[in-house]
């Protein structure tokens, strides 16, 4: 496709998004109010690329564009987690 992340690709996403929401599919009753905070730190961490996203991005082909999204939702996943565990 000669782009470095085409908008094509959306397997990316699709792998990130649970690693990134898994705190919240823990709770058993959870407001929707985290699922948009879930959303607005996933996308955050996904655009300013938080260490060691922006160097797995760099890796070749489809592996770099996936991995360095994941990354992003590592992040998201545990500051979710942190932020949930402390204001409950």
Known sequence: MDK???GAIVADEAFA????LWPLALLPSISWIWWLVAFGFYRLFDIIKIWPARQ??????GVGIVIDDIA???WCSLVLFLLVTWLG
Not at 56 to 61: A, D, F, H, S, V
Request: glycine content about 6%; proline content about 19%; hydrophobic content about 45%.
């Open 56 to 61: 797995l991005e760099q890796l070749p082909g």
């Open 17 to 20: 998004v649970p690693v990134a």
């Open 72 to 74: 992003s939702a590592i």
């Open 4 to 6: 470095k992340d085409p």
